[in-house]
């Protein structure tokens, strides 16, 4: 998932980037309120983060720019200041979540976490397409009728960042530079057929129905073929 950090501490901001990636996140990130108005209206991302307090362009101007575009994207507002009446104007304009610093990075990964399901429409606390279940946390994926017996599959970094993605939108087609897009940061360099490699490599994993081309249009994850795969192990 592509994320997109706004703080205008650096050193907050620097430390959360590397925590947000270490968890699978694709993060970029600015200290300026202008850049980051720019960068949510021109890339497509999944989340957002956005700190009130910029010095540049106050956070809540942003939001209600955004929302009258508009722009969907499910946005997590932080901020020092905790009254009521603070955060009430904060989701009155539009914030989908809201977190008070000082904070704890758990609840700010499970906040997150939260939005992205509830953005998806999930309604369940994992990632459970078929009878596959995704841990965010460990970044491994394991049969449900195996839970029990504690089998794990590893992933890699960019398995774990395209898998969640597609289990996140079942049945969605994706071209290859969509999946590109919300895979990989802005920053990351990326070889031409980067998501060819990795979608040959998780069809290794779960079997060759999982992940199914759909010829001139791209890529989509099929629900029935991973019930199936469970059946067939």
């Not at 850049?35 to 809540?60: C, K, N, S, V």
């Not at 995704?134 to 599959?153: A, F």
């Not at 290859?176 to 290794?204: F, G, P, T, W």
């Amino acid at each position: 998932m592509r994320l997109l950090l706004i703080e205008d501490d650096p050193v907050l901001c620097r430390e959360l980037e590397q925590q947000l990636r270490q968890q699978g996140f694709a993060v970029d990130s600015t200290h300026k309120g202008v850049d980051g108005a720019f960068m949510g209206e021109t890339e497509p991302y999944d989340i957002i983060i956005l700190d009130l307090g910029l010095p540049d362009l106050p956070g809540l101007n942003i939001l209600k720019r955004w929302r009258s575009k508009p722009l969907t994207t499910p946005v997590l507002v932080l901020t020092a200041r905790g009254a009521w009446h603070e955060k009430v104007e904060g989701f009155r304009s539009g914030a989908d979540d809201y977190l008070t610093k000082p904070f704890h990075f758990e609840e700010l990964l499970v906040r997150l976490q939260a939005l992205i399901r509830r953005a998806s429409g999930l309604s369940s606390a994992s990632v459970v397409v078929g009878d596959l279940e995704l841990n965010e946390e460990t970044q491994t994926v394991s049969w449900i009728s195996d839970r029990q017996q504690g089998e794990n599959m590893e992933l890699t970094g960019v398995e774990f960042r395209l898998l969640r993605y597609m289990m996140l939108h079942p049945k969605h087609v994706f071209s290859a530079s969509q999946l590109v897009e919300h895979v990989y940061d802005y920053n990351d360099e990326k070889e031409s057929n980067v998501i060819e490699v990795y979608i040959s490599r998780l069809r290794k994993k779960f079997g060759k129905d999982v992940i199914c081309t759909r010829r001139g249009q791209g890529y989509f994850l099929n629900p029935d073929a991973l019930t199936q795969a469970v059946d067939d192990a």
